[in-house]
């Protein structure tokens, strides 16, 4: 069956380091894969789209990479800060990008 | 502001009570869609809608029911309303359904739905 998994429910890191989160995917073949930040009792925010044929997408202190091959995305954040607090989202859209799958979030923590 | 507008954001209901979850965008959005938010099982999609009276089902439409009359408005609609699904709801929107732009969903602030 269809399965993402997200490496961690949370994650503990130290303020100006990276923060590398997971998304693993089973029996997917996605077309895109979008990577979210949610904040309590808010709706989730788009933050970088990266597609098949694409192996790394930047947006100022993300980073995206999208591996076919392993079946994997690594999201980071470079230079963490205490605002970058929150849980993120990963998203595949397979066969098109009508229907998509959610993975249940990482829930990042940085620490001062 | 380019939003996507959902009410009511709360809304405690009984069993068997139609209700109507509106949703609406200022931003000529052809694409948009609803998902369901539950502990432990994250975002799951209900249904989208391609363009004006254009609609599919997503992963869990069962007890669900919407419309595109308009390219603006995707309400949800809850026929017969049951205590499973009460859950955190929300409405999404996107230039178009083919992610040619590159952009994603542009997400409502959602719907928190209780029913009893």
């Known amino acids: 069956s269809q399965k993402i998994e997200q490496n961690s429910e949370a994650l503990n890191i130290q303020e100006g380091k990276t923060a590398t989160l997971t998304c693993n995917y089973t029996n997917y073949s996605p077309a895109y894969l979008q990577w979210y930040r949610q904040d309590p009792g808010r709706g989730p925010v788009f933050l970088l789209l990266i597609r098949e044929n694409e192996k790394e997408k930047r947006k100022e202190r993300l980073k995206v990479t999208f591996d076919t091959t392993l079946k994997q995305s690594l999201f980071h954040i470079t230079a963490s800060q205490p605002a970058d607090s929150a849980t993120y989202l990963c998203?595949?859209?397979?066969?098109?990008?009508?229907?998509?799958?959610f993975g249940t979030g990482t829930k990042l923590q940085v620490i001062p | 502001e380019a939003q996507v507008t959902q009410n009511p954001r709360y809304l405690i209901t009984v069993t068997g009570k139609k209700l109507t979850v509106t949703c609406s965008q200022n931003m000529n959005h052809e694409y948009m869609s609803w998902y369901r938010q539950d502990p432990g099982l994250g975002l799951r999609q209900i249904y989208y809608s391609m363009n004006v009276e254009v609609t599919d089902k997503g992963d869990v439409p069962e007890g669900y029911k919407v419309s595109r009359k308009e390219k603006r408005n995707f309400p949800l609609i809850l026929e017969s309303p049951s205590p499973n699904q009460t859950s955190l709801y929300f409405c999404?929107?996107?230039?178009?359904?083919?992610?040619?732009?590159?952009?994603?969903?542009?997400f409502g602030s959602g719907t928190r739905l209780t029913i009893v």
């Open positions: 999404a929107s996107s230039p178009t359904g083919t992610g040619s732009s590159g952009v994603g969903y542009t």
């Open positions: 998203a595949l859209n397979s066969g098109g990008y009508q229907k998509v799958t």
